[in-house]
């Protein structure tokens, strides 16, 4: 079993930045893929980044963070990050860290393609 713990949230203006952080624990964190997915009042779960944890640690971004966002891992921390700026009041979710066992064809860009998630953390952009 793996845990995973997210932190970094907060309320930050438009135009700000904030990093988002993803520690995870447990047993031998063997993970294939990290991302971060975001979910607003009354709105499914979407995908926002993600990085293969292991070799180039290729990334993938969705459109709408592309350019504003940043994934990145820390292997021998076993965390990754979120750095997000140009931060814009459609950003306001509560954005979870999600690890997949394995890849098969590419990074997993839906929900089902994770096996663990954290608790979430609460992103709040001002206007």
């Known amino acids: 079993q793996v845990q995973l713990v997210e932190s970094g949230g907060g309320l930050v203006q438009a135009g700000g930045s904030l990093r988002l952080s993803c520690a995870a624990s447990?047993?031998?964190?063997?993970?294939?893929?990290m991302g971060w997915f975001r979910q607003a009042p009354g709105k499914e779960r979407e995908f926002v980044a993600a990085i293969l944890w292991r070799g180039t640690g290729s990334t993938y971004y969705a459109d709408s963070v592309k350019g504003r966002f940043t994934i990145s891992r820390d292997n021998a921390k076993n965390t990754v990050y979120l750095q997000m700026n140009s931060l814009k009041p459609e950003d306001t979710a509560v954005y979870y860290c999600a690890a997949a066992k394995t890849v098969v064809a590419g990074i997993p860009l839906t929900p089902v393609g994770y096996d663990y998630w954290g608790q979430g953390t609460q992103v709040t952009v001002s206007s």
């Open positions: 447990g047993r031998t964190f063997s993970s294939s893929a």
